[in-house]
């Protein structure tokens, strides 16, 4: 799977000996992160707003690995990889790390693959995927990956179930799907959805022409409250100090023209169309890039009246970084579990997500989801789990502001609905932190920002909330600057919370992994009767999956299981001359066609050999599933 590239120029040089410096002059980008002479971090793209942001290292963050990999502090992409390159050297027996591609700016999308190489190829075994990054600012759901990989090396040869699941199973891990919007995020003020290709969020004909400004120079993108003056104001205005937090930190929003402030994130309105930071860098979604059930972006419905999803892209599987994902889970049709993570909920989130389960979802296949669901909450203690169409949509029952119920709502390009509907798969996008709301302190039954002011107080010594700060703005005049941390404490947790979270989330990716489908040869008995032998075969799925979901058999992702009974060519040369001929099944490929074993499933079934052939035959009973794995074993006919 590694990419080596040699140019054509390259290639002719050889004779002169100036190959090699040819591929270190291609080789010699160096990424805005590197440079320490730089003091601005520039995104790659022609846009028509700003591409070069001060750099900032934020204390929440590890930029130089250390000796010891922890968990109380969050890491760039360059210190993931450098441990996944430690662990590739230390565990050469059980990992191989390797690039699956490239981002939109070039950097290395890294993969690793964990299987005991010694009792099989990766690919002949039942396997998870595990992935995190793909919005570049929920870097949580990197470090639970990160976190699950060193888990599962570090165990590997001391916890029993670990090894037998290392030894049986294969693991794909992917820390960053997006290592560009990661590492904007963690070394600049900046922050985005996802990729950072410039997008026209607004539909005005430009690109990026209006980010985020850190205008007080803290690094931190807050927000800005203006309390309304003019009569245009007052009729826009649409907040108000909450009345639950006397010392008028917290915002309640309202119905427009009944509020007192006027809220935006921290910056100011570069385009000039009165709006403040509604298109930065970047603005599509790569989780509403997949092919299932895609709509256009915005403005992609001819008619006005169809449905669009914002951030999905030009078409399905525009951006390089989804595109990777679902080329490689095509060509690894084994994985029957997985897990895409992103943050802010938290919720163990599936499929469907523009249906209801009862509707759209095969029952065995819904039960069996219905049972992660419940699993994974008691693992995680996260309040909710479910479907997006559904559970996500209506977790709150009324919408705060207008009192009214809140109904189902769909989400077009999604991950898990590729994951089910198209792939055949257990597939979950869980959400992990909860925006620091960890307990209900006015007892009103919704964990809200009040909570989370309230814990921020009691557990986190405030530091989560910026109070608020009066600040000349060169365009609205007075205004105050303050708010929540965005990105370690809204988005993300504060690094001491880090690792509590990330052990749960990794903690259910393993109970997934340790049910996936397992077929194993049980029994073989031969039985000779003249120059007849009776092969009678038992096998059985072990595991606590099926080898094919309902939902797998209907889109054909997997094949049926079969088994075959393999002989050297030489012997089986002739037709009805031959040394060795299979005559049962009739079949002219002499497979046995076996359906699909379902989990705890034991079948049986038999090959009729004859043999001409004075000497002892041996042969090989070869049991295929596409994802119960591969089994072969050796049989002798004749003595």
Same mark, same amino acid.
């Given at each position: 799977?590694?990419?080596?590239?040699?140019?054509?120029?390259?290639?002719?040089?050889?004779?002169?000996?100036?190959?090699?410096?040819?591929? =270190?002059?291609?080789?010699?980008?160096?990424?805005?992160?590197?440079?320490?002479?730089?003091?601005?971090?520039?995104?790659?793209?022609?846009?028509?707003?700003?591409?070069?942001f001060k750099k900032y290292e934020f204390p929440e963050v590890e930029y130089k690995p250390g000796d010891k990999?922890?968990?109380?502090?969050?890491?760039? *992409?360059?210190?993931?990889?450098?441990?996944?390159?430690?662990?590739?050297?230390?565990?050469?027996?059980?990992?191989?790390?390797?690039?699956?591609?490239?981002?939109?700016?070039?950097? *290395?999308?890294?993969?690793?693959?964990?299987?005991?190489? =010694?009792?099989? =190829?990766?690919?002949?075994?039942?396997?998870?995927?595990?992935?995190?990054?793909?919005?570049?600012?929920?870097?949580?759901?990197?470090?639970?990956?990160?976190?699950?990989?060193?888990?599962?090396?570090?165990?590997?040869?001391?916890?029993?179930?670990?090894?037998?699941?290392?030894?049986?199973?294969?693991?794909?891990?992917? *820390?960053?799907n997006n290592p560009d919007g990661s590492n904007m995020y963690l070394f600049?003020?900046?922050?985005?959805?996802?990729?950072?290709?410039?997008?026209?969020?607004?539909?005005?004909?430009?690109?990026?022409?209006?980010p985020e400004e850190d205008l007080n120079g803290d690094g931190v993108i807050h927000m800005m409250r203006k309390k309304a003056i003019t009569d245009e104001e007052k009729a826009e205005a649409n907040y108000i100090l909450d009345p639950r937090d006397p010392s008028g930190r917290l915002?309640?929003?309202?119905?427009?023209?009944?509020?007192?402030?006027?809220?935006?994130?921290?910056?100011?309105?570069?385009?000039?169309?009165?709006?403040?930071?509604?298109?930065?860098?970047?603005?599509l979604d790569l989780h509403r890039n997949y092919p299932e059930n895609w709509r256009p972006d915005r403005r992609g419905d001819m008619t006005g009246r169809g449905y669009t999803q914002f951030g999905a892209g030009e078409y399905p599987l525009s951006e390089i970084e989804?595109?990777?994902?679902?080329?490689?889970?095509?060509?690894?049709?084994?994985?029957?579990? !997985?897990?895409?993570?992103?943050?802010? !909920?938290?919720?163990?989130?599936?499929?469907?997500?523009?249906?209801?389960?009862?509707?759209?979802?095969?029952?065995?296949?819904?039960?069996?989801?219905?049972?992660?669901?419940?699993?994974?909450?008691?693992?995680?203690?996260? *309040?909710?789990?479910?479907?997006?169409?559904?559970?996500?949509?209506?977790?709150?029952?009324?919408?705060?502001?207008?009192?009214?119920?809140?109904?189902?709502?769909?989400?077009?390009g999604h991950g898990p609905d590729f994951g089910y509907f198209y792939y055949g798969a257990i597939w979950y996008g869980d959400e992990l932190w909860n925006n620091g709301a960890m307990k209900d302190y006015d007892g009103d039954g919704i964990l809200d920002d009040y909570d989370a002011l309230m814990w921020d107080d009691e557990e986190n010594e405030s530091r989560g909330f910026k109070s608020w700060e009066k600040f000349d703005h060169p365009q609205l005049g007075e205004i105050e600057i303050g708010g929540f941390h965005p =990105?370690?404490?809204?988005?993300?947790?504060?690094?001491?919370?880090?690792?509590?979270w990330i052990r749960k989330q990794s903690l259910f990716n393993l109970a997934m992994a340790m049910d996936l489908p397992q077929i194993e040869i049980n029994d073989v008995q031969v039985n000779k009767s003249g120059d007849e032998y009776e092969i009678r075969v038992k096998w059985s799925n072990s595991g606590k999956l099926p080898v094919a979901l309902d939902q797998a058999k209907r889109v054909k992702i997997v094949q049926e299981d079969r088994l075959m009974l393999d002989f050297d060519k030489e012997l089986m040369k002739g037709f009805e001359n031959a040394k060795v001929?299979?005559?049962?099944?009739?079949?002219?490929?002499?497979?046995?066609?076996?359906?699909?074993?379902?989990?705890?499933?034991?079948?049986?079934?038999?090959?009729?050999?004859? !043999?001409?052939h004075n000497e002892p035959v041996k042969g090989k009973i070869k049991l295929l599933s596409t994802r119960g794995g591969y089994v072969e074993k050796e049989i002798t006919l004749g003595n």
């Amino acid at each position: 799977m590694n990419k080596i590239i040699l140019s054509s120029l390259g290639a002719l040089l050889l004779g002169s000996g100036m190959a090699m410096a040819q591929e =270190k002059v291609l080789n010699e980008k160096t990424w805005p992160e590197h440079d320490e002479k730089s003091k601005f971090y520039t995104v790659s793209g022609e846009r028509h707003g700003q591409s070069f942001f001060k750099k900032y290292e934020f204390p929440e963050v590890e930029y130089k690995p250390g000796d010891k990999l922890t968990f109380d502090i969050y890491h760039t *992409p360059d210190v993931m990889y450098h441990w996944y390159r430690l662990w590739a050297e230390k565990y050469p027996e059980i990992t191989e790390l390797y690039e699956v591609d490239k981002s939109y700016e070039g950097r *290395p999308i890294l993969q690793m693959t964990i299987t005991n190489k =010694k009792t099989g =190829k990766h690919t002949d075994k039942p396997a998870a995927y595990f992935e995190g990054g793909r919005h570049g600012g929920e870097v949580t759901a990197s470090e639970a990956v990160l976190w699950l990989t060193q888990h599962l090396l570090e165990n590997y040869g001391k916890d029993p179930e670990i090894t037998k699941l290392i030894d049986t199973k294969t693991i794909y891990v992917r *820390p960053q799907n997006n290592p560009d919007g990661s590492n904007m995020y963690l070394f600049s003020e900046q922050r985005n959805r996802s990729t950072v290709r410039p997008y026209d969020v607004d539909g005005d004909g430009l690109y990026d022409e209006d980010p985020e400004e850190d205008l007080n120079g803290d690094g931190v993108i807050h927000m800005m409250r203006k309390k309304a003056i003019t009569d245009e104001e007052k009729a826009e205005a649409n907040y108000i100090l909450d009345p639950r937090d006397p010392s008028g930190r917290l915002m309640k929003r309202v119905f427009e023209g009944q509020g007192e402030y006027l809220m935006y994130t921290e910056g100011i309105d570069n385009d000039g169309d009165g709006k403040f930071n509604e298109d930065g860098i970047g603005g599509l979604d790569l989780h509403r890039n997949y092919p299932e059930n895609w709509r256009p972006d915005r403005r992609g419905d001819m008619t006005g009246r169809g449905y669009t999803q914002f951030g999905a892209g030009e078409y399905p599987l525009s951006e390089i970084e989804t595109r990777s994902t679902v080329l490689w889970l095509l060509s690894h049709p084994n994985i029957s579990v !997985v897990n895409s993570l992103d943050t802010r !909920v938290p919720m163990h989130l599936r499929p469907p997500s523009t249906s209801s389960s009862e509707e759209s979802m095969f029952e065995k296949d819904r039960k069996i989801y219905e049972y992660y669901d419940s699993l994974g909450m008691s693992i995680t203690g996260y *309040p909710w789990a479910g479907d997006v169409y559904e559970t996500y949509s209506t977790r709150w029952k009324v919408n705060r502001l207008t009192g009214d119920p809140l109904k189902p709502n769909p989400l077009f390009g999604h991950g898990p609905d590729f994951g089910y509907f198209y792939y055949g798969a257990i597939w979950y996008g869980d959400e992990l932190w909860n925006n620091g709301a960890m307990k209900d302190y006015d007892g009103d039954g919704i964990l809200d920002d009040y909570d989370a002011l309230m814990w921020d107080d009691e557990e986190n010594e405030s530091r989560g909330f910026k109070s608020w700060e009066k600040f000349d703005h060169p365009q609205l005049g007075e205004i105050e600057i303050g708010g929540f941390h965005p =990105k370690f404490f809204s988005q993300n947790g504060p690094p001491w919370q880090l690792e509590g979270w990330i052990r749960k989330q990794s903690l259910f990716n393993l109970a997934m992994a340790m049910d996936l489908p397992q077929i194993e040869i049980n029994d073989v008995q031969v039985n000779k009767s003249g120059d007849e032998y009776e092969i009678r075969v038992k096998w059985s799925n072990s595991g606590k999956l099926p080898v094919a979901l309902d939902q797998a058999k209907r889109v054909k992702i997997v094949q049926e299981d079969r088994l075959m009974l393999d002989f050297d060519k030489e012997l089986m040369k002739g037709f009805e001359n031959a040394k060795v001929q299979i005559i049962s099944p009739e079949l002219y490929d002499k497979t046995i066609y076996a359906g699909y074993t379902e989990a705890g499933e034991s079948k049986e079934s038999v090959f009729r050999v004859k !043999v001409n052939h004075n000497e002892p035959v041996k042969g090989k009973i070869k049991l295929l599933s596409t994802r119960g794995g591969y089994v072969e074993k050796e049989i002798t006919l004749g003595n």
